[in-house]
């Protein structure tokens, strides 16, 4: 058969080459040689020249299809020594109808190449090179030393004389050393490929190749001992591990994937560049048009550093582990500290739910003066008489406010007032005693100062169910969001340690620990913190869901009438997305890339929206919206997020429509917190507005009856305004962490304004609540610079995201985004406490005089 076809492509094309695939090279040396598939008849005897050749020496010779040329080389081969030998070829003639057929025979290879080297890049556009260099794979031998042959055989089809030179040397430093960079050039038509042994005790390196320039696209690749070496543009990803890099590639190589000890570290230069964010070259006008190529050679220098051995792994684990073990050791000496501080007060002042009013009045009469503790605050310069509190009232109010023993603030007359009477907030004089008034909610809310006892008027046990459904939602979509995340990203790891492609996952290849089937484990490891501070705050929050109810159960009047209404159902939801933003996160660092980045972020969305629904809760426990109603809301934050990274970039049609539903979305929200939700959103909406404006604003020139409400929201639409009007102009590639902005930022401006409304409305910080807020803006700052740092990005090329990568920086083991994890962990579980702990010094002031706002 192979005759057959040597024979019709002759006469199909008497001056076209007898083309067979390469893995058939050397029976196409035997068609050229023996059977003279040429521009001759059949048979005909083609003159064959066999020249005994030397290295280092450059042969300019002429071949035409009526003779053939053969240089013999012979070289000796050590066993404990490895040389490479590199085929140099260049032609010297111009405008060739037929290439120039280069074969080199071997004892166990054969390698075949043409000249001018045809490459293809993109589009199948062709680059021909007409200086060509390979390198020769070095078969193993088992003697000592012996003297090995190869044969380089050049023919051609083409009847006029073609002008070559050819040399053959030997390439110095062939051996890679551990430690020792080495510099060398390649380029298309020029690959080149180096040895490495594995040393003594040393099982794990990390082959770093680096460069100076960006361009042209390069590709380094790691393949096992073996011939043929894979070594050009189109062939380079058959076998082995391979990236593309611009100035920066790293692979981590581990022994045991190589059974005879060493492997070949290979470098080729990419035709084009578009693989590593390069421009796109002119599409050719004819298919067979031939594209200069220009010069691509690339200087480029190697280096093998030892990696990390089994003790710093395990010293990073525990490190790990020490880190966040601490947090709860120190929460419980915190814990036990607490109780037995509450126990001391207890035997010092019983419970006056269980005292007589005799006992109590006694009490009062020991440990005070007897009066009715002062007035209820006041909205300092927004009280009703429009003046500011008297420094004689603060002083009062924050005395009362300082003692430590709830009952002592309450006399005797309010210790036997009716829990409904107690309930009200203002005096009989500033309203119309109408029947509805203690029921209707469109005419509590409309009071100019709500106090949170207009708010919590409800029923706890109904309360508590409909916050305990955010806990129970969240928990069943973790469990059905997360196991097809690792189903995922389990197949994604294996199609990385199958096919060898390190471009699929956007590690800092310089600082990625291997462990098992993971190639980045310690990205998975320092996740671990948002898992265990995630369990922590659960135990916290639970230990006090248990102390409440049991104070409930022996109707202890400070947890019935006092302080913020206790409702843990948020708090074990925030506990329980903590937990599962470190295992998401965890499973998006198995192979960081572009189609699986909602899995960290997606839960981040929701800890924001958890976080401003609890600070509303806080104040507003009767009219914060439902668990179902707050999950699509964050559905359809997760759904825009999907949809910007897809279809944003460059985007302009999807960043008008997203910029006009973010501005129709904060003013609706904005609408819904001014009115407590005493409004609607029907076709009647715009004419009530109108009527509004013209009525208030116009005709009586009246300010808004909610000044602090409306100062908050002014604010907020600004702050909104302005992120839209951003996103719109300078239109971010990173559109999910443009979207987690929006949500950090409204969270942190809601959060200031109930810090500085509660200070203004006389309230206090307790020491635990502030040592927090301290501890965590802190590490919240220093978290936020290590986020920035930016080791990798799937916002551009493989290539371009390890231009960021950088060494390890902690331990060895740990890079900057470890740390990242480590601190933001911390600082989430310090918000969380934030918020759990912050209204703790209003657990002994009745409800109808804590202010809402």
Not at 258 to 264: G, I
Not at 610 to 622: E, F, G, S
Not at 776 to 792: C, K, M
Request: proline share 4%.
């Amino acid at each position: 058969m192979l005759l057959r076809s040597c024979w019709k492509s002759r006469h199909k094309n008497s001056s076209g080459p007898c083309w067979i695939q390469p893995g058939l090279a050397a029976l196409l040396w035997l068609c050229v040689t023996q059977l003279g598939c040429g521009s001759g008849a059949v048979g005909e005897t083609k003159s064959v020249v066999q020249k005994d050749a030397e290295f280092d020496v450059t042969y300019n010779d002429t071949v035409t299809s009526e003779n053939q040329t053969i240089y013999a080389f012979n070289h000796t081969v050590s066993r404990n020594r490895t040389e490479g030998v590199r085929v140099s070829v260049d032609v010297l003639s111009q405008g060739l109808e037929s290439p120039i057929l280069f074969v080199v025979r071997q004892k166990q290879a054969v390698l075949s190449f043409q000249v001018p080297l045809i490459l293809r890049g993109l589009y199948q556009r062709k680059y021909p090179y007409n200086h060509v260099g390979r390198t020769l794979c070095q078969p193993p031998t088992r003697a000592l030393s012996e003297t090995q042959y190869f044969f380089v055989d050049v023919s051609t089809l083409s009847s006029q004389g073609t002008n070559f030179q050819l040399r053959v040397s030997r390439v110095e430093s062939f051996t890679l050393q551990t430690d020792k960079k080495f510099s060398f050039t390649a380029s298309p038509s020029q690959p080149q490929y180096f040895k490495y042994v594995f040393p003594d005790g040393v099982d794990t390196v990390i082959v770093k190749v680096n460069s100076d320039m960006n361009f042209p696209c390069s590709v380094m690749s790691i393949q096992d001992i073996q011939c043929p070496v894979y070594d050009l543009d189109n062939n380079v990803a058959f076998i082995g591990m391979y990236q593309t890099m611009t100035k920066k590639g790293a692979i981590t190589v581990q022994r045991k994937d190589f059974p005879s000890n060493s492997f070949y570290v290979v470098v080729v230069v990419k035709t084009e560049d578009e693989a590593c964010g390069g421009p796109l070259r002119f599409y050719p006008l004819r298919p067979d048009e031939l594209i200069d190529a220009g010069n691509r050679s690339k200087i480029l220098d190697v280096v093998v550093t030892p990696a990390i051995n089994s003790k710093v792994y395990v010293m990073g684990m525990l490190f790990c582990l020490g880190i966040f073990f601490s947090f709860y050791l120190l929460t419980f000496l915190v814990a036990c500290l607490d109780n037995k501080r509450v126990n001391k007060k207890r035997e010092l002042f019983p419970n006056p739910a269980d005292m007589s009013p005799a006992e109590t009045a006694s009490l009062l009469g020991k440990n005070g003066d007897g009066k009715t503790p002062a007035s209820p605050y006041e909205y300092g310069s927004f009280a009703d008489n429009g003046s500011t509190l008297s420094s004689e009232a603060i002083t009062d109010s924050a005395t009362s406010t300082d003692n430590n023993y709830g009952y002592m603030e309450r006399s005797l007359d309010s210790v036997g007032r009716s829990r409904q009477e107690s309930l009200s907030s203002v005096e009989e004089d500033d309203y119309d005693t109408l029947d509805d008034i203690n029921s209707d909610k469109n005419i509590v809310r409309t009071k100019k100062f709500l106090c949170v006892s207009d708010l919590a008027r409800k029923d706890k046990r109904v309360l508590s169910k409909k916050y305990q459904i955010y806990f129970w939602n969240i928990s069943t979509i973790a469990v059905f969001y997360a196991l097809p995340v690792i189903q995922l990203v389990i197949t994604y790891q294996t199609v990385v340690n199958v096919t060898g492609n390190q471009d699929i996952c956007y590690y800092n290849f310089l600082c990625a620990h291997p462990l098992g089937a993971l190639s980045a484990f310690n990205n998975i490891l320092s996740n671990l913190g948002y898992v265990m501070l995630g369990l922590l705050f659960l135990l916290i929050v639970l230990k006090r869901d248990i102390v409440h109810n049991r104070a409930m159960v022996r109707n202890d009047l400070n947890a019935l009438e006092c302080g913020i209404p206790k409702h843990f159902g948020l708090f074990y939801a925030m506990g329980t997305a903590l937990m599962m933003e470190g295992l998401l996160s965890a499973c998006y660092h198995v192979c960081p890339n572009y189609t699986n980045f909602q899995f960290d972020t997606s839960f981040m969305y929701m800890i924001a929206g958890l976080c401003m629904l609890k600070l509303y809760q806080k104040r507003h426990p009767d009219i914060n919206a439902s668990a179902y109603t707050a999950y699509a809301c964050l559905a359809a934050v997760i759904f825009f997020s999907v949809l910007g990274v897809v279809f944003g970039k460059g985007n302009t049609v999807f960043w008008i429509i997203f910029s006009v539903i973010h501005i129709l979305a904060t003013l609706l929200l904005s609408t819904q917190l001014y009115y407590m939700g005493r409004w609607r959103l029907d076709s009647g909406v715009l004419r009530r507005m109108v009527y509004i404006i013209y009525t208030d604003s116009i005709r009586q020139c009246s300010g808004p009856m909610y000044i602090d409400r409306m100062v908050l929201l002014v604010m907020g639409n600004i702050v909104n305004w302005s992120l839209a009007a951003y996103g719109l102009i300078e239109r971010p590639n990173d559109f999910a962490s443009y979207l987690l902005a929006i949500a950090i930022c409204n969270l942190l401006l809601y959060f200031a304004f109930y810090i500085i409304m509660k200070l203004r409305s006389g309230e206090r910080i307790k020491c635990l609540a502030l040592v927090c807020i301290l501890f965590t803006a802190v590490v919240w700052g220093f978290a936020l610079y290590f986020f920035f740092q930016g080791l990798s990005t799937w916002q551009k090329t493989p290539a371009e995201s390890r231009e960021h990568n950088r060494d390890c920086i902690l331990l060895l083991f740990f890079d900057d985004h470890d740390i990242w994890h480590f601190l933001s962990s911390i600082a989430m579980f310090g918000s969380f406490l934030v918020l759990l702990t912050m209204d703790d010094d209003l657990d002994t002031v009745q409800r109808d005089k804590i202010y809402v706002f």
